[in-house]
C-alpha cells in the first residue's frame, strides 16, 4: 500500500508570503494519479489540482502543483487571506483505489 | 452546475445499520463518472469508503468491505451507502462526491456539504 506523508504539519505564514507543502509517497507513484485538495472550516474539500500539476476550473494561478516519483508539491506563490485552510494530497493506485495524507494546515501567523 | 446533496440521520445507535442517500442534480449519473462516498471523522482526515458507476459495478474499502453496500438508482439519479454493525469509530462526516475515473486520471472534483453521523445510544 502507498502511504502518503504530508509536511509539515502546521505551517504559520502570513499573507503575501509564498507556501510550500510537501506530500511524499512510501513508494514511486505515477503522477496522474496525485490531486490536492483544500479544506476549510465545516466545508467539504474543493478540488485544487489534479494530475500533480494540472489545476481545476476556477483555481486562481497563484496555486501550482509539481513533482514525480515520490515527491509531490503544492505552492501556493503569494498566500491571499481566503487561503488559510487544510490542505490534503490524495493518491490512486488500482489494488486500493485511494487514500489521502494526513493534510497540512495552514494558519495566518 | 453539479450538485450533490446527502441525506440520512444524524444519529445512529451502536450495532446499528447507517444508511445515507446523495441526490445528483446537473448531470445525469448514466455517463462516465464514478460516485464515491468519503467520510471525515471529526478533527480528522479523509478516508475513502466506497465508489459506484451507473451499471452497478462498485468497489469498497478493503478495511470496511464486510460491512458496506453503495447502490445506485439511476433513474433517480441517486445513490446510497449501507454500513452495518456501527460503532463509534464510525461517527464522522459522510460527503458524497463524483470521481473521475478515466483517461489516466482520478480524482473527486464535485463534493456534497456532507451529512455529520453521530453513532451514540
Known amino acids: 500500500e502507498i502511504v502518503l506523508t504530508q509536511s509539515p504539519g502546521t505551517l504559520s505564514l502570513s499573507p503575501g508570503e509564498r507556501a510550500t507543502l510537501s506530500c511524499r509517497a512510501s513508494?514511486?507513484?505515477?503522477?496522474?494519479?496525485l490531486a490536492w485538495y483544500q479544506q476549510k472550516p465545516g466545508q467539504a474539500p474543493r478540488l485544487l489540482i489534479y494530475?500533480?500539476?494540472n489545476r481545476a476550473p476556477g483555481i486562481p494561478d497563484r496555486f501550482s502543483g509539481s513533482g514525480s516519483g515520490t515527491d509531490f508539491t503544492l505552492t501556493i506563490s503569494r498566500l491571499e487571506p481566503e487561503d488559510f485552510a487544510v490542505y490534503y494530497c490524495q493518491r490512486y493506485d488500482i489494488s486500493l483505489r485511494y487514500s489521502f495524507g494526513q493534510g497540512t494546515k495552514l494558519e495566518g501567523k | 452546475q453539479v450538485q450533490l446533496q446527502e441525506s440520512g440521520p444524524g444519529l445512529v445507535k451502536p450495532s446499528e445499520t447507517l444508511s445515507l442517500r446523495c441526490t445528483v442534480s446537473?448531470?445525469?449519473?448514466?455517463?462516465?463518472?464514478?460516485w464515491v462516498w468519503i467520510r471525515q471523522p471529526p478533527g480528522k482526515g479523509l478516508e475513502w469508503i466506497a465508489s459506484?458507476?451507473?451499471?452497478?459495478?462498485?468497489d469498497y474499502n478493503t478495511s470496511l468491505k464486510s460491512r458496506l453496500t453503495i447502490s445506485v438508482d439511476t433513474s433517480m439519479n441517486q445513490f446510497s451507502l449501507r454500513l452495518t454493525s456501527v460503532t463509534a469509530a464510525d461517527t464522522a462526516v459522510y460527503y458524497c462526491?463524483?470521481?473521475?475515473?478515466?483517461?489516466?486520471?482520478?480524482?473527486?472534483?464535485?463534493w456534497g456539504q456532507g451529512n455529520m453521523v453521530a453513532v451514540s445510544s
Open positions: 462526491a463524483r470521481e473521475k475515473f478515466s483517461s489516466g486520471l482520478n480524482y473527486f472534483d464535485y
Open positions: 513508494q514511486s507513484l505515477r503522477s496522474s494519479y
Open positions: 459506484v458507476y451507473y451499471d452497478g459495478t462498485t
Open positions: 446537473g448531470q445525469s449519473m448514466h455517463s462516465n463518472y464514478w
Open positions: 494530475g500533480a500539476s
